[in-house]
């Protein structure tokens, strides 16, 4: 138990705490993913076909979309444990709704609402980098982050394993529970730590987040920098399974599932980014992870006819990623550790915004241009984080991060206001 207490002796986070949190994470954004492969037997049981069953889809992205906005500013206003607590008990009462579902609208509307509190994952995430020490928030924030893509990554894969033990509700029944006991151990575990209390309202706290876009130039970057990230990370999982289903590979479902596992590979080297920040490199690692962006997707092209090219582009992508998300949240959560859940939630949205219109991009861009297309289509996002990665590093002082003189002194006199 005292393994779990929140900070080493020198200061740091513990180890088991640390461990928690990232498999908390995992777990929470994984539930917005485990429906997807499910879709058409879900569809046959409640008599509502895939394609209303695909409603599930949109309801989970629009009920993400909506806690990124809503619930995850939270965390600079309330009790964050609290807040973390509850956001993944909530979880887990409509994953038992979902695992009930009689019929396809209860399980439109149980899907959407635990998308809304699945964003606990984000309240984690900052709440670990406010909890760390300066010198390792790198690899802290890189460890929580490799929890969340890997749940992300494996979810399909552990989703189809499930359903085939006991039908589709034993992937929801399974996560609830999960999701229950991750809510009594951070209760347990999580340490106290508050916001700002009672000095902003609600209201004012919506207004902040947004106005964090106006007064930090550098989360500008960071969010058009990440969006482009995401948009071409959603193009390649999104397009893939349309090329593996096809001629040459003419692979099974469950085959496809088992192919987020090359993705979790590079999800794994995020610590190796977050250490890299932690000694001073942290430009110098998005600097190459725009490059490994862009480097990807001659890869990913040559795999249409090459299983061993396809691997290394897909890996090579899904680390370049990495690098590119991680580097950016470590820039960012050293600018207002007052205000890092706002923060998370501006960049977050941005990037679900990116990540959304990709897969919907791949899948037009597909049906009329097949895998060249969607490769061009990767690249020229992926170019695009680099671009704007260049352009930051001339606008921003190199030195100290931030805005060029002029501009930083706006930038402190608008924010008295706030």
């Given amino acids: ?20 949190m990232s498999v908390a994470t995992g777990l929470a954004v994984a539930g917005n993913y485990f429906a997807q492969p499910l ?88 709440f670990a980098a406010t909890l760390a020490a300066p010198a ?3 690899r802290v924030v890189g460890t929580v982050m490799t929890g969340l893509m890997l749940g992300l990554l494996l979810a399909r894969t552990a989703s189809g394993a499930l359903s085939e033990l006991g039908g589709w509700r034993t992937v929801y029944w399974v996560t609830a529970v999960l999701m229950a006991l991750m809510a009594v151990l951070l209760r347990a575990f ?10 902003r309202s609600y209201a ?17 970057w960071r969010a058009g920098i990440g969006a482009l990230s995401l948009a071409s990370f959603s193009v390649l999982w999104t397009a893939l ?53 862009v480097a990807s997707w001659p890869a990913l092209a040559a795999g249409a006819h090459s299983l061993v090219l396809l691997l290394v582009g897909v890996i090579v992508l899904d680390l370049a990623h990495q690098a590119v998300l991680n580097s950016s949240q470590n820039v960012l959560y050293a600018l207002r550790p007052e205000a890092r859940n706002r923060i998370n939630s501006a960049f977050m949205t941005s990037l679900f915004v990116g990540g ?9 861009v597909w049906a009329n241009s097949g895998w060249t297309g969607v490769c061009v289509l990767g690249a020229t996002l992926s170019a695009g984080t680099l671009v704007l990665w260049i352009l930051e590093r001339v606008t921003v002082d190199r030195a100290t991060g931030k805005p060029p003189k002029v501009v930083g002194d706006l930038v402190r006199t608008s924010t008295k206001g706030e």
């Avoid at 099974?252 to 794994?268: D, K, N, P």
């Avoid at 959304?356 to 037009?364: F, K, T």
């Fill in 39 to 126: 879709l058409d037997l879900i569809g046959r049981e409640l008599g509502i076909g895939s394609s209303r069953a695909a409603l599930l889809v949109t309801a989970a992205q629009i009920g993400y979309a909506l806690g990124l906005v809503l619930l995850v500013p939270l965390g600079d206003l309330v009790e964050r444990r609290r807040l973390a607590m509850s956001l993944y008990a909530a979880t887990a009462v409509f994953l038992l709704v979902s695992a009930t579902a009689p019929n396809g609208m209860v399980l439109l509307v149980s899907t959407a609402l635990t998308a809304l509190t699945s964003v606990g994952a984000q309240v984690v995430v900052p």
């Fill in 241 to 293: 399974t349309f090329l593996l289903a096809g001629s040459p590979y003419d692979w099974s479902e469950s085959a496809i599932g088992l192919f987020g596992l090359a993705g979790a590979v590079g999800a794994l080297t995020a610590t190796v980014a977050g250490r890299l920040a932690d000694r001073g490199y942290v430009q110098i690692v998005s600097g190459a992870g725009t490059v490994l962006l």
């Fill in 1 to 20: 138990m005292t393994a779990m207490r929140s900070h080493n002796t020198d200061g740091g986070l513990s180890r088991g705490l640390l461990l928690l």
């Fill in 136 to 138: 390792e928030r790198g």
């Fill in 356 to 364: 959304a219109v990709g897969s919907a991009l791949a899948s037009a």
């Fill in 204 to 220: 004012g706290l919506l207004r902040s987040t947004a106005a964090m876009f106006r007064y930090e130039p550098l989360l500008r």
């Fill in 190 to 199: 999580l340490p106290r730590l508050g916001g700002d209390g009672g000095r």
